[in-house]
């Protein structure tokens, strides 16, 4: 922590996101043009992500200082070079709550998305992560992952062989879920499908995250048992 403010301090942030564009202005001095250069925006990238972790005060800099814009356009260019490192930086950035909508009107829910389905388990982690806290406790973001389906591989993760991956997944889930009563059926109803696939970690983790919603509420116990009687998924369970 002593460390990342003193980076911070010495301003620090306004030529990392000047890298992370690729700007004239992160290479002046050093005799490069600009670009984007992908090894220079992953790098910056990662950077951000360290300053970020676990630090409010770095968190709120650098979407004061417009990090948030650049990393979402790193997550969505062609170049995947940065990408796990822009997830991650994303990911802390969204637990101040401040920052969760500014993530999501960026841009940033679609590429996050598209991370849970990548072939890194490391990528998968950091971007069910970065779902789960651009979520949390925030009604618009867990209806506009809902739009933007996020439910289906969000479940498809629950059967990972990552245990990191499978938390921060469900984590995830259970935040769409509390948005609406839709929310809530379309997330019962992909878990509920679940039980039917032939990996037992996948459905352990279903069946977990469906007696965890069911005991929040009594309208959640009421739409598994509709659900579970509509597909006949209560013999799956017995």
């Known amino acids: 922590p ?11 942030i306004a ?15 050093s005799g490069g043009g600009g670009g984007g250069d992908g090894e220079v925006a992953k790098s910056a990238a990662g950077a951000v992500a360290a300053l ?3 630090s409010q005060v770095n968190q709120v800099a650098i979407a004061e200082g417009d990090g948030i814009v650049p990393l ?12 796990e490192n822009a997830t991650r930086a994303l990911w802390y950035l969204a ?4 920052n969760q909508l500014a993530i999501a009107h960026a841009g940033g829910v679609p590429p996050l998305i598209k991370m849970l389905s990548g072939e890194s388990e490391r990528g998968q982690e950091w971007g069910a992560a970065a779902l789960e806290a ?13 739009r933007a389906g996020a439910i289906q591989p969000l479940v498809m993760l629950l059967g990972s062989d990552g245990d990191e991956v499978q938390k921060y997944a469900q984590g995830a889930l259970l935040n769409i879920a509390s948005a609406s009563e839709g929310n809530l059926r379309e997330v019962v109803k992909a878990l509920v499908a679940l039980l039917d696939v ?8 279903s069946a977990e995250s469906l007696a965890i919603l069911a005991a929040k509420s009594m309208v959640n116990r009421g739409a598994i048992a509709a ?12």
């Open 72 to 83: 979402v356009e790193l997550l969505r260019s062609a170049d995947s070079a940065a990408h």
């Open 134 to 146: 651009l979520s949390h406790g925030c009604p618009e973001n867990q209806v506009a992952l809902s």
């Open 15 to 29: 030529p990392l996101v000047a890298m992370m564009r690729g700007t004239d202005a992160a290479q002046a001095g």
């Open 198 to 205: 032939r990996n037992a970690g996948a459905q352990m983790k």
């Open 95 to 98: 637990t101040w709550p401040a």
């Open 52 to 54: 970020a972790e676990e």
């Open 227 to 238: 659900l579970e009687l509509e597909t006949d998924a209560a013999k799956r369970l017995v």
């Open 2 to 12: 002593e460390t990342q403010r003193m980076i911070a301090a010495a301003d620090a």
